[in-house]
């Protein structure tokens, strides 16, 4: 039901939303397997506890199997749960930052990432810090995507046309068959979107209490939405997960209303032009 719902919507080919189904597909499937969740709990967890005002759970593997994961039980409050109690503007940042922080790590240190950043994923502990609670989604980041993507958010590429046009389509943004038209098109939008995206990453710090930075998300988002040069299949598949993990990162610290540093791990990324 849902591909032929997804072809008359978004204008695709059915091979063309194969390549998006079997991404989804995959990491679904892999949210089922509890053997391999345990094992990358494990790893992640091993990994981030270098990190600030950040805990886990210990993980049992040899009281968990296929159907079963054994962990400790974490104390805390969900998000909504904590902002109720009115917490302290600095409480809120000290959260956001470890928020930040440990997506960022994976993201530039780890070249994998922690997919699902729902509210209920992750508890507010007794004594002030984010404790994580799901590794069931995870994301690898292949460096034929890690490496033009945080160039474009990170770097003063967008600044050169043509290093960016390039960038676009390694990212398959921009297609071997579009018109010079429509490269110019496509050119334009994605460097307005990708500006905006990068906001947080091109600064020192960030405020995510800012709603005209959400609201003017949106509005593109909306915009674009409408855009019958969008209804069909552009962008390589990793950006499903990649684009869900960040704008549910920035959604969480809106929520939190935290201001963070967002210089503190930085994109492995070097410009040859």
């Known amino acids: ?32 397997d509890y053997e391999l969740e345990v ?22 593997p040899e009281l968990s199997s296929k159907r079963i994961i054994t962990m400790d039980w974490l104390e805390g409050k969900h998000l909504r749960e904590f902002l109720a109690t009115n917490p302290s503007q600095e409480l809120r940042n000290t959260i956001g930052q470890a928020l930040w922080d440990f997506y960022n790590y994976q993201q530039h240190e780890m070249r994998a990432v922690h997919a699902d950043p729902h509210p209920g994923n ?12 799901d590794f069931g989604c995870i994301k690898e980041m292949p460096e034929d995507f890690y490496t033009p993507f945080f160039s474009l958010t990170s770097t003063n590429l967008l600044d050169n046309k043509e290093e960016t046009i390039k960038a676009f389509r390694l990212l398959d943004m921009i297609h071997a068959k579009d018109s010079p038209a429509q490269v110019e098109f496509y ?14 990453y091109i600064t020192d710090t960030f405020d995510f209490s800012r709603s005209e930075f959400f609201d003017e998300l949106y509005r593109y988002g909306e915009k674009i939405s409408k855009m019958p040069e969008f209804k069909q299949a552009r962008g390589v598949k990793h950006f499903i997960y990649v684009n869900r993990t960040n ?13 963070v540093k967002t210089d503190t791990y930085k994109p492995h990324v070097v410009l040859e032009y």
């Open 247 to 259: 704008f549910g990162l920035y959604n969480i610290l809106h929520e939190l209303k935290a201001e």
């Open 39 to 60: 094992r990358r709990s494990i790893e992640f967890s091993t990994a981030c506890s270098i990190l600030n005002n950040i805990v886990f759970p210990k993980y049992y």
């Open 122 to 133: 992750f508890m507010i502990t007794p004594d002030g810090k984010l404790g994580v609670i």
């Open 187 to 200: 050119y334009s939008v994605y460097k307005e979107m990708i500006a905006l995206f990068a906001m947080p």
């Open 1 to 32: 039901l849902v591909k032929p719902f997804a072809f008359r919507l978004l204008g695709m080919s059915e091979k063309e939303l194969d390549v998006y189904m079997r991404e989804v597909e995959e990491r679904l499937v892999e949210e089922t």
